[in-house]
């Protein structure tokens, strides 16, 4: 087993949709800097990268290249599903913290639990979400998002029909 840690931060600017989780908020100001502002999603995709010591999102999806301003976070998402399968792990659960003042994230946690779910083809009751303010922080403007996940040793697939059980049946005859 494995288990991996994320966090980020996004600072609220206006002009700019909300996302959060993969899902678009009603809100008058959305998270800027690196792609489309999705703290959920990038403190996923470290926590999936990190499970398996492989490089963070900032390095495998630089903020100062030009392509990834405003894109859609699912990609980064994708690639550490790619690459914590390769390393041969399936995703056991996810758990997570959103910390910002506004807007409330209560009457949304069932829409972004289903979409998490969705992205990372797991149950919807294998994904936690918590929402907090930031009391006594300072950090009305920013929204934070904390990621950890459990990653399990994918069960080796049986190939075609050679079972163990059969082929010693076989010896046997
Ligand atoms: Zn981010």
């Known amino acids: 087993m494995r288990i991996g840690y994320g966090w980020d931060s996004h600072e609220f600017k206006s002009g700019i949709p909300l996302k959060i989780g993969g899902v678009t908020l009603p809100h008058n100001k959305g998270l800027g800097g690196h792609s489309d502002g999705d703290i959920l999603l990038h403190a996923t995709t470290d926590a999936l990268l990190g499970a398996i010591a492989a490089p963070d999102i900032g390095s495998l999806f630089p903020p100062s290249d030009l392509q990834w301003k405003g894109a859609d976070s699912v990609i980064f998402l994708q690639e550490a599903l790619d690459r914590i399968r390769a390393a041969g792990y399936t995703i056991a659960n996810v758990d997570s913290t959103l910390i910002l003042a506004k807007p409330k994230i209560g009457p949304h946690a069932a829409a972004i639990r289903a979409r998490i779910a969705e992205l990372l083809e797991i149950p919807e009751d294998?994904?936690?979400?918590?929402?907090?303010?930031?009391?006594?922080?300072?950090?009305?403007?920013?929204?934070?998002?904390?990621?950890?996940?459990?990653?399990?040793?994918?069960?080796?697939?049986?190939?075609?029909?050679?079972?163990?059980?059969?082929?010693?049946?076989?010896?046997?005859?």
């Open 126 to 173: 294998a994904i936690g979400l918590k929402a907090k303010t930031p009391e006594g922080m300072g950090t009305d403007n920013a929204a934070i998002a904390h990621v950890i996940v459990l990653l399990e040793k994918r069960h080796k697939l049986k190939q075609g029909s050679s079972r163990p059980g059969k082929k010693a049946a076989e010896k046997r005859k």
